[in-house]
């Protein structure tokens, strides 16, 4: 079966572009959910989608976007990128919205801001 | 404030050594879980402890769910250099928040041959 899989694995981006990142969750999984890495603040939560509407939100300004399809495919936009926004996305699927469906992440994206 | 405190920040020990990683919190949790992550890639599930005491065994990793539910360790017997990763541990926002976990910081191991 395969994993969540994002693509690109690699992005390097100049201020002020924006940006859409894009994951495929596992097959059968309806639950998406978006989180930002980065050395200083971890892993932060951006936002959960299930049967194409978003259900949660981090703290993040509304720079950040995201949809999900019919198929439980999901992007995540960025737009006007900043500095600060160098960081490793991370998507993650889960089979049911419960907090004890575990999630499995994929490998992330990797983006640099110049 | 963190949400949850995980210490140490950073551990590097020799292989054969044991080790135990700290997750506390001021909060009680209905669930915690352990994930690690290594370098280029994205976290994997360890383990979700649920009752408060729970003590749950994979290999030469135990995990320990404190009694009141506000606490968690990770304790690795003979640490082999494949253990070597992020270790993080993270808890659900609850109520209808699924898919939103809190982490925290993470604790970096680096085992040495």
């Known amino acids: 079966k395969a994993g969540v899989t994002q693509t690109p694995r690699y992005l390097i981006k100049t201020r002020g572009q924006q940006v859409t990142l894009s994951c495929s969750p596992i097959s059968g999984h309806r639950s998406v959910s978006w989180y930002q890495q980065t050395p200083g603040q971890g892993l932060q939560f951006l936002f959960e989608y299930f049967s194409e509407t978003q259900r949660n939100k981090g703290n993040f300004p509304g720079r950040f976007s995201g949809r999900q399809f019919s198929n439980s495919r999901s992007e995540m936009n960025v737009s006007t990128l900043e500095l600060g926004d160098s960081a490793l996305y991370l998507c993650a699927s889960s089979l049911f919205r419960a907090s004890y469906s575990p999630l499995h992440f994929g490998n992330g994206t990797r983006l640099t801001v110049t | 404030t963190q949400l949850l405190e995980q210490s140490p920040q950073f551990l590097s020990i020799q292989e054969g050594e044991n080790l135990t990683v700290y997750c506390n919190s001021s909060?009680?949790?209905?669930?915690l879980q352990w994930y690690r992550q290594e370098p280029g890639e994205g976290p994997v599930l360890l383990v979700t402890v649920v009752t408060g005491g729970e003590v749950k065994k994979l290999k030469r990793l135990t995990f320990q769910f404190g009694d009141a539910r506000k606490d968690s360790s990770l304790h690795i017997t003979a640490a082999q250099p494949g253990d070597t990763g992020l270790y993080l541990c993270?808890?659900?926002?609850?109520?209808?928040?699924?898919?939103?976990?809190?982490f925290g910081q993470g604790t970096i191991l680096t085992v040495h041959p």
């Open positions: 993270a808890v659900n926002a609850g109520g209808t928040s699924y898919g939103k976990l809190t």
């Open positions: 909060s009680v949790f209905s669930s």
